[in-house]
């Protein structure tokens, strides 16, 4: 069984999972920082209502959120039909079953687990620091590079790591959004045990997932501890 799980489509799908998550990853970090910036940087009043906004997917179960996509990626969902009625398309777009509209789905459902730590993380940056840049000559694209995102990195590595683990693991945004048109890896570990009832093979699959998981896990926390600024 393991010979099998090492064999080309085995590691095919293994790599294809992970290239999977680090697109989530990328495009929640891009979407979350820029989310992360605004809400420090607004007035205190309102940073309860975005809180709770932030918090909201949360409160909502993965499977309303999965649909709620389905029908909003469709031929006949709102974006195509925003698009066609502004006449920008003559036919709908293929959004559903897709790789790029799975990436978009999953990254709006981890989004909150991007957010959370970016917003703890930039709330601890002295937001005079920025002034003195500013005041040595530099511009505002050289301080955040040199002084926000170096000290913001802690919330960077925890919010990779929470989206990362939860976008591979997403079997069921990963089922319905894909619509078994795409195979990864918990979805080929549920066809082996359920479907083929091929229990060893399964459990191969689930080990080897694991042990993945965990190394990724802990690349991610060494990147952490690395990242971290020492306060004395």
Known sequence: QWSKMFDAFGLLVLADTLWLGIQVTLLS??????????????????????????MLPLLTSVVVRTFAWIVILGRQGIVNGVLMNLGWIEEPLKMLYTRGGLVVALANVQLPLMVLPLINALQKVDINLADASASLGASEWQTFRKVTLPLSLPGIV?????????????????????????????????????????????????????ATVIICVSAFNMLGRASRVPTN
Request: aromatic fraction near 16%; charged fraction near 5%; hydrophobic fraction near 65%.
């Open 158 to 210: 925890a919010g990779s790591l929470l989206t990362f683990a939860a976008a591979i693991t997403a079997f069921i945004s990963q089922s319905l959004i894909g619509g078994g048109q795409m195979l990864f890896m918990p979805m080929y570990l549920y066809q082996q045990a359920s479907a083929l009832s091929n229990y060893p093979f399964a459990a191969a699959i689930a080990l080897t997932f694991l």
């Open 29 to 54: 970090l891009v979407l979350g920082y820029a989310l992360a910036w605004v809400f420090v940087r607004m007035p205190a009043r309102l940073q309860p209502v975005v809180i709770f906004i932030i």
